[in-house]
């Protein structure tokens, strides 16, 4: 399809979300800027916080937490950059005190970052009570958390967008691009995944100056990460942290815009890393954490049907040494793109059977958005995509738009967890995938970055 049919059905995507009932119902068309609040002002919340503060077209008007320290973290990072004084909720360690904050402030719109099994509830919460939702990864935790939170959007009409950094990453937009422009010919295979050595996350001794890898704590008497995230390892195994991996991957898939997914499987290989970890690398043998036994397998692989017949493959690999790879690879009729060696290879372009280097490739379909905004987008989190994110949110806010990662987004990338959960438990059982859309997967049409404004 050539690029102009496709902003043609993007403009209509604004009518198919409409009917969906995914536009803002409160934010007023063409305000130019907005109260918003941030609920979880930890290490995540606070390079998000960043983000906000650099833009004129935001009032920080809340901040909640339930941990003083990064509260006070968060209210100084305010009052460097010159902005007037939030009013704070949380520190009385009420963990519902960011419901005070949706009722008292008036606010447009609500970050979240706090752990993933406050998400739902909180973003149901801000729905309810007309406060545009900006979630970071994940949705929820259970599949009914998922019916949940779209439910609520839908009878609120409360714009939800999930925070999915990595859509925004450069290369994976170039990439986006060469997809729309028919680069790789028909798409037949997809593969990414959440590959990042984590243990030093989710360990450390509590001390709020040194979060990772500072000791064998974790729950209470861990920090930040190791305070919540760590127990999901415990006592979970599956495709924990699929929205890094999927979300480009779906979005290449057209998956919601006349694709879908049909059905999953989940395997999970032995458990070993972790108790390996302070066992023998920290030299915690003695210590009580040690001897813990972790449900979590060390690599959790995923397999997804879509219904155009292509194959999509997670990997979740957190608990043994590695350096960081998201491993990516698009394959279609045409030929791949693979992030890890940096590589391409375009039949009847490429050397046969060689790979090229991407970066004639990346400079020449380099995405609009980056090309507009990549001076903006410098030292922004994560090589910048994290201004890309927050843009798109603040942007399609303001203009009373579409969200470019929706509810419907939202909810299928992050019910893969527990889908990938119940597939292990059961032998590893290919299981059917849920239409959150209703079957309006089949007319809706793309939306996601084509719009140069988000
Ligand atoms: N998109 C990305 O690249 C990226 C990177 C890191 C983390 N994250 C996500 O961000 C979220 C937060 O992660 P983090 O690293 O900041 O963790 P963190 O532990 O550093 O921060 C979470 C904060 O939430 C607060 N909190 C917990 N319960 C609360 C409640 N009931 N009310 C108010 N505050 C509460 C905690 O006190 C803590 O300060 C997670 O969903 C994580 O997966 C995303």
Redesign the pocket.
């Known amino acids: 399809m050539q690029r102009r049919d496709f902003l043609r059905h993007g403009s209509h995507a604004a009518l198919a979300a409409t009917t969906l009932g995914s536009l803002p119902a409160l934010a007023k068309p063409g305000r130019d800027k907005l109260r918003l609040g941030l609920?979880?002002?930890?290490?995540?919340?606070q390079v998000l916080l960043r983000e906000l503060l650099r833009r004129e077209d935001v009032e920080l008007a809340a901040l909640?937490?339930?941990?003083p320290i990064?509260l006070g973290r968060a209210l100084a990072m305010v009052n460097k950059a010159g902005r007037s004084k939030p009013e704070t909720f949380?520190e009385d360690g009420d963990?519902q005190?960011?419901r005070r904050l949706l009722d008292a402030r008036k606010l447009d719109a609500v970050i979240i970052?706090?752990?993933?099994e406050?998400?739902a509830e909180m973003a149901i919460a801000a729905m309810q009570a007309k406060v545009a939702v900006g979630c970071?990864?994940?949705a929820g935790v259970t599949l009914q958390d998922h019916w949940d939170v779209l439910r609520a959007q839908q009878s609120t009409g409360t714009p939800y967008m999930l925070?999915?950094?990595v859509c925004f990453r450069r290369d994976v937009m170039a990439v986006l691009q060469m997809v729309r422009a028919g680069l790789f010919g028909e798409l037949v295979h997809l593969q990414g995944g959440y590959q990042h050595d984590l243990r030093a996350v989710k360990f450390n001794n509590g001390d709020p100056s040194k979060p990772y890898g500072s000791g064998a704590e974790f729950g209470a008497k861990g920090w930040?990460?190791a305070?919540?995230r760590t127990e999901h390892a415990r006592r979970r195994n599956g495709e924990l942290y699929p929205s890094h991996g999927i979300g480009p991957l779906a979005m290449y898939a057209n998956i919601h815009r006349g694709n879908r997914f049909t059905h999953i499987n989940s395997f999970a290989s032995k458990s070993r890393g972790l108790k390996d970890y302070l066992g023998r690398k920290l030299g915690a043998k003695d210590h009580p954490n040690a001897k813990l036994d972790w449900a979590l397998g060390d690599i959790v692989t995923t397999t997804l049907a879509c219904e155009n017949g292509e194959t999509i493959l997670l990997q979740h690999d957190t608990s043994l040494p590695r350096p960081y790879s998201l491993g990516f690879r698009v394959q279609g009729t045409d030929g791949l793109w693979m992030d890890l060696n940096h590589g391409i290879h375009i039949e009847g372009r490429s050397p046969a059977h060689q790979w090229e280097d991407f970066q004639a490739y990346q400079d020449r379909f380099d995405h609009p958005l980056w090309k507009k905004y990549a001076a903006q987008a410098e030292g922004a989190g994560?090589g910048g995509m994290d201004f890309f994110v927050i843009h798109a949110f603040i942007e399609a806010v303001k203009a009373n738009a579409a969200m470019p990662i929706d509810i419907y987004d939202a909810v299928a990338w992050s019910a893969i967890t527990p889908l990938s959960e119940q597939s292990i438990v059961e032998g590893f059982k290919t299981l059917p995938f849920p239409d959150f859309t209703g079957g309006q997967w089949k007319t809706r049409k793309p939306i996601f970055a084509f719009d140069d404004r988000y």
């Not at 979880?40 to 919340?45: K, S």
């Not at 909640?64 to 941990?67: K, T």
């Open positions: 609920i979880g002002t930890g290490m995540r919340g909640c937490d339930i941990e990064m949380g963990l005190a960011y970052a706090t752990p993933w406050w998400h970071e990864v994940v925070l999915e950094n930040s990460e305070r919540w994560h």
